[in-house]
């Protein structure tokens, strides 16, 4: 069985930087996607970010490219998603969830496995 879980979340100034990860076990396939995911107060749940283990490939929402980036550490079986220059519009829980694609910004319909959030707050 398949399970992720993420933490990492805090709270953070404006401009400032936070690490989420994202552990995950039971993941036997060579071929899948890690993919992160936020939904703010009161808004839908949008990708932010992700990676197909295969060959490495990434994407990143409109957003948040240039101050987030992900990555891996194969060795820990953990994702990280880096999250730099924090804005007060990242204010949201975010999601780390396992699927098969990630050939563009992550769409919650092709991820199939999440782990629960971990909430991020950035005051300005």
């Known amino acids: 069985e398949v399970q992720l879980q993420a933490s990492g979340g805090g709270l953070a100034q404006a401009g400032g930087s936070l690490r989420l990860s994202c552990a995950a076990s039971?993941?036997?396939?060579?071929?899948?996607?890690i993919g992160w995911f936020r939904q703010a107060p009161g808004k839908e749940r949008e990708g932010v970010s992700c990676?197909?283990?295969?060959?490495?490939?990434?994407y990143y929402a409109d957003s948040v490219k240039g101050r987030f980036t992900i990555s891996r550490d194969n060795a820990k079986n953990t994702v990280y998603l880096q999250m730099n220059n924090l804005k007060p519009e990242d204010t949201a829980v975010y999601y780390c969830?396992?699927?098969?694609?990630?050939?563009?910004?992550?769409?919650?319909?092709?991820?199939?496995?999440w782990g629960q959030g971990t909430l991020v707050t950035v005051s300005s």
């Open positions: 969830a396992a699927g098969i694609y990630c050939i563009g910004v992550p769409d919650i319909n092709e991820y199939d496995i």
């Open positions: 039971g993941l036997t396939e060579d071929d899948y996607a």
């Open positions: 990676f197909t283990n295969r060959d490495g490939r990434k």
